[in-house]
């Protein structure tokens, strides 16, 4: 994988992948395909001058695309609020969502729609609500008493999770690592001004490259069945959320 180090304002790309491939290491150039073990890159958009694969370009990304369109009378944006399913107009012939209904501080709402609703919670959290609201895998739905509505086999499916396990190192004397953002703010300003005046510099820069590694490669299959187990019982002990309640 990449190290990447700053040093007199250039950014270094130490490659070590030869290690890599000398151990047998798979290098991909497309992490983005169905069989993601490997190691492979991390495209960043520097065309568009906007780090939009780095850490912090999400809740940019986010306020600017809100700050552009926040002047509309029709737009309220409410944080901290959960989907908890659709509702629906059981009067039209067809399946039609005529709104939602979400958890706001411990009281459930309904918002009404007069012309459609656009459900996009992420990977983790839009299945969630397609079920509950009877859309989704029936088989899967009447296990949990959930009447279905469109019987959407795909809902819910293929979901893979991974282990994020990162290193940390100390380098020599005379090096400024990314660390330097964090903890020394003249560093941090002369590297925005950098970035706001020529879209440049340590600011457009990232770690490159990464590796996903099968977790049965790593552990037995005992291994990972007692780590299930252990995460379902740390699950158990959690205090279950309005929307858990509703399942």
């Not at 290491?25 to 960043?44: E, H, Q, Y």
């Not at 088989?139 to 019987?151: C, E, F």
């Amino acid at each position: 994988m990449f190290c990447s180090i700053i040093r007199s304002s250039k950014v270094l790309e130490m490659d070590s992948t030869y290690l890599l491939r000398r151990e047998g290491a798979i290098i991909k150039l497309n992490m983005g395909r169905a069989t993601r073990s490997g190691v492979g890159t991390m495209p960043l958009f520097r065309t568009f001058a906007t780090r939009l694969f780095l850490c912090n370009a999400l809740p940019v990304a986010v306020t600017d695309t809100y700050e552009s369109a926040a002047h509309r009378p029709n737009l309220v944006a409410l944080t901290s609020a959960q989907a908890a399913r659709i509702e629906f107009d059981h009067s039209a012939k067809n399946v039609a969502a005529k709104g939602v209904s979400f958890h706001f501080k411990g009281t459930s709402f309904t918002a009404k729609a007069r012309k459609e609703v656009v459900l996009s919670t992420g990977t983790l959290l839009t299945p969630q609500p397609l079920e509950l609201s009877g859309i989704g895998n029936s088989d899967v739905l009447k296990k949990h008493q959930i009447t279905p509505k469109v019987d959407l086999p795909g809902v819910g499916e293929d979901y893979q999770d991974h282990i994020l396990v990162s290193t940390t190192y100390e380098v020599k004397q005379g090096f400024v690592t990314y660390d330097n953002l964090g903890y020394n703010d003249t560093f941090r300003a002369a590297t925005e001004a950098q970035y706001e005046k020529t879209h440049d510099g340590p600011m457009t820069a990232s770690n490159s490259m990464l590796s996903y590694i099968d977790l049965y490669s790593l552990a037995s299959s005992g291994k990972i069945a007692h780590m299930h187990r252990s995460l379902w019982e740390d699950v158990k002990k959690e205090k279950p959320t309005l929307l858990q309640k509703e399942q």
